[in-house]
């Protein structure tokens, strides 16, 4: 077997050793004759790991008994719709701050349902920068704040969750979750799909404020409905079984190793060794705001753009795959979550040392 260097945004890569506990256990798994996708998700052994992922979910992230923890689907950007139309009555006002791709479709789907309003845009910066806080034009009796922490696109990250007074401050962490110690409490809601930083696709993590469960209006669906699928256990329908165990699994790995205490340390220093990098050299450039730099998606362009098919087949040849940048930007991105060891980093950084001696 031969496993490469997997610098995906998404799908991204999972670790190691939850693929292989998997794989172990498929075809019989907990001595039942049968893989986790072949049982009920009513089983009593479905059920045991749909409420173990969720409390180690609680464990690691320290959320309160004052949140629900559901496990969805949809990805995140089902939740762009499901959030205006459950927390926001016709006639509310949203708060919305865009600061790149993500944040702007969350802001159209709630434009769609809701007046969704711009507080500011970094357009001015090309989205390599977050607007500074003095300039946002609050609405004090907007329903929510909704801000994407982490942009996977353009790599800025808001690296303290904004003050925004009474208002619920509602956070699209796809890209971001338990990638280190956040305080759950400052949150209105926390949501993220799964398959940057937790598991396979299909699953959509949604933490909530429960007393937030209770203003969804009338006449939403039930199947629309946050408070049907917190009080139906995440199961009113078939939910992503084999997603769901996957995501359970990671959550162990994470405890495992240490927690988001140790994890956020580790990222800290994926982070510091890349962008060191880039910073040492007039080859390569991140072109974001060092105040907003992403712990988890690190843009960079080379300083000839036409060598960038040859940095990318070389890169490959060593192992080091999928650093091809979003169609929408170009150039060269390394996603580094959770499950990206400190060697693939590291082997990164190598590389791009001897392509650039190679080069200039
Ligand atoms: C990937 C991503 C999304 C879209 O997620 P889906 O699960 O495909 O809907 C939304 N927001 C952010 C920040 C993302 O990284």
Redesign the pocket.
Known sequence: MSRVTNFSA?PAALPLEVLEQARAEIPDWQDSGMSVMEVSHRSKAFIAIAETAEADVRELMGISDNYSVMFLQG????QFALLPMNLSQPGDTIDCLLTGT?SKKAFMEARAVRNARIVADGENSAYTDVPARESWQLESGAAYFHY?P???IGGVEIHQPPVVGDVPLVA?M??TIMSRPVDVDKFAVIYA?A??NIGP?GL?LVIMRRDLLDCAPADLPNIMRYKSHADGGSMLNTPPTFAWYLSGLVFKWLKEQGGLTVIGERNRRKAELLYGAIDASSFYTNPVAESCRSWMNVPFTLARPELDGEFLKLAEQEGLMNLKGHRSVGGIRASIYNAMPEQGVQALVDFMAEFERTNT
């Open positions: 998404g990805g995140a950007t089902m993500w994407t982490n942009e996977t699209d796809s890209s799909g398959q940057k696709a959509t």
